[in-house]
């Protein structure tokens, strides 16, 4: 049974890094239709649409969306917002963070409006020349330093911020798939990133909070793995990926 379906346009809140976040929309604005082609390698059509989002930003809550509620990809797909209760997401707002090219660092509730711009795009023109710059550690300086993090985000997205964090408290789960050639546990690119988002949303649905409780993820089809784990990085393997058709892919 699903959960009731929710009212996903009230109780916005405001991204913490807005003012940055403006700043490079100012910058994102004014690229031309050639610009976009070029930063993003995107073909002419896709980067005249483009262009067209970029212009239309806004940050009228009346047009936003909660962030957890607007991106597409493997991951959120993993994610499963739709079965969210109510509790989930007030969970989600205060313990689950998402990076973002633009908004720097969005809490699941935050508004957004719809843009492409992602983490590893170079900024030429701009007033640094990449957005690891220009986010420096603006990103990390939001988020506990004394508290655990398991980050589940992309190397081009996780680099922004685990620089900054100290080691101690930081873990990296891994997703591995056993290979049927092989036998042996393969990392697969689209598995993983599927398992990531079902991990943060086993997290947040059993309101998971001790290191010591990260080794009961047991969905999709992974179980932990002792003898490839470490603290700072468990390892889950899957004899048979659970998650596929979950998948969903922008076009």
Known sequence: MRPAAIDTRVLLTTPVLLPQTETLQSYLAALSVTDIE???????????????????????????RPAVDSFLGDIYSGLQVADWSQSDRAYAQQHMRILSGLYGILRPLDGIYPYRFEMGYKTPGFITPNLYQYWGDSIALTLPHRELIVDLSAVEYGKVVTKYIDARYLVTPRFLTISP?????????????????????????????????????????????EALSTTSAPVFVCQEFGGLGLSVRLT
């Not at 073909?43 to 009228?60: C, G, V």
């Not at 001790?210 to 992974?222: H, M, S, V």
């Open 38 to 64: 070029s930063i993003m390698h995107v073909s002419n059509k896709l980067a005249a649409s483009t262009q067209q989002l970029l212009q239309a930003w806004t940050h009228d809550a009346a047009q936003q």
């Open 181 to 225: 050639k092989t036998g042996e546990p393969t990392f697969v690119v689209v598995h993983a990133k599927i398992a990531r988002g079902a991990f943060a949303g086993w997290m947040i649905r059993h309101k998971i909070e001790r290191i010591d409780q990260l080794r009961l993820f047991c969905e999709i089809g992974y179980a932990y793995d």
